[in-house]
């Protein structure tokens, strides 16, 4: 397969899952496969959420939604005309995939695939349906796929380099059974807010949308806010108020009620909207359903912070930095701890 029908297979995809998130039934073989196909494929979303609670049907949808924006001919084939592809001696690369939010690994996938690698995926047990549900599809355009993409339950089979991603503790391990191999390992990041004070509510409140789309557990889900030092929190309340549903999630509201009892019992000043916390504290990473902040005295003090902990963070969202409400939107070159997995891909060749 060359990377031009590589391109156009993946796009295959974008009518399908467009359709799945309009939440339309089947309309016909303009979409490329029949009706029994289609609705398999809406059977594994519902499953999804069986298998694994978080993964309700409007996360899974919003990953659909980021995909869908990535394939058409044109973004593929502009991304992937920066570098080689088609090495060859394709290596065989083991992915090994996150689980925290729906199909994480989707990029790692199908930047192996298109750099004309073959990708040995070791799926997470917290998301293992979704993205051979896809494959599966694909397979129906074009069977040769399931030669360069394969999953694997049980240990890896032989491979010739690695793209890990998983906790700190994890990435650990990942050194020690990986380092040996050309590798990518990934730890564990987080996404930070900067507010001037000069946002309308409108922008505040898209914030809530950095915050709690797949419920938080995302690296680039917003769990640090940075305020000036005059800013009235009650503002940044009253703008995300259109999230509270988020705590109607049982799992979601177990992780607040626990959190908010230990910072009560050890009579931690916090700030609660009844479904988030607020808790001023230096750390970037906030336990799920508390979201930290910290105030600044001026922007070069806040630059200085955000220099020192670039390594743990993902994402800044802000006027000046990724718009408000885009922290689950990257673009296809928009690589996770910008690391440029294509580059690396390339230099397997």
């Known amino acids: 397969m060359k990377t031009k029908e590589r391109i156009e297979l993946l796009s295959k995809l974008k009518p399908i899952l467009d359709h799945i998130v309009s939440q339309k039934m089947w309309s016909g073989y303009d979409l490329g496969i029949n009706e029994h196909e289609y609705q398999k494929l809406l059977d594994t979303v519902v499953r999804a959420k069986v298998m694994n609670p978080w993964f309700v049907q409007e996360s899974v949808f919003e990953s659909f939604r980021g995909f869908s924006s990535w394939l058409t001919e044109n973004q593929l084939t502009n991304w992937v005309e920066n570098y080689q592809t088609n090495p060859k001696t394709p290596k065989k690369v083991a992915i090994i995939m996150a689980g925290n939010i729906p199909m994480v690994g989707f990029h790692d996938m199908i930047s192996v695939f298109l750099s004309g690698h073959k990708a040995v995926c070791k799926l997470s047990s917290d998301d293992n349906i979704l993205l051979p549900a896809l494959i599966d599809i694909l397979t129906l355009f074009n069977p040769d796929i399931k030669n360069w993409i394969e999953f694997s339950d049980a240990q890896l089979p032989k491979f010739d380099a690695v793209i890990a991603t998983g906790s700190d503790n994890s990435a650990v391990y990942f050194q020690s059974y990986f380092g040996k191999y050309p590798h990518i390992i990934r730890k564990n990041r987080t996404s930070v807010a900067v507010i001037s004070g000069n946002e309308t509510q409108e922008e505040l409140s898209e914030i809530g949308k950095d915050i709690f789309t797949y419920f938080g557990l995302g690296c680039r889900n917003v769990s640090k806010i940075f305020v000036p030092k005059d800013f009235v929190l009650d503002r940044f309340f009253e703008a995300i108020v259109g999230y509270g549903e988020v705590v109607n999630h049982n799992k979601y509201a177990n992780n607040y009620d626990y959190n908010k009892a230990v910072y009560l019992m050890n009579v931690q000043p916090i700030l609660d909207n009844n479904f988030v916390l607020l808790k001023e504290e230096e750390s970037l990473h906030s336990p799920l ?20 902990n670039k390594e743990n963070i993902q994402a800044i969202i802000g006027q000046d930095f990724i718009p408000f409400g885009k922290a689950q939107c990257p673009s296809l070159n ?8 294509m580059k690396f891909l390339e230099s397997l060749s």
């Open 334 to 341: 928009d690589y996770a701890d910008g690391v440029d997995t």
């Open 289 to 308: 359903g508390v979201v930290f902040y910290s105030r600044y005295a001026n922007a070069s003090e806040l630059e200085k912070y955000l220099e020192q």
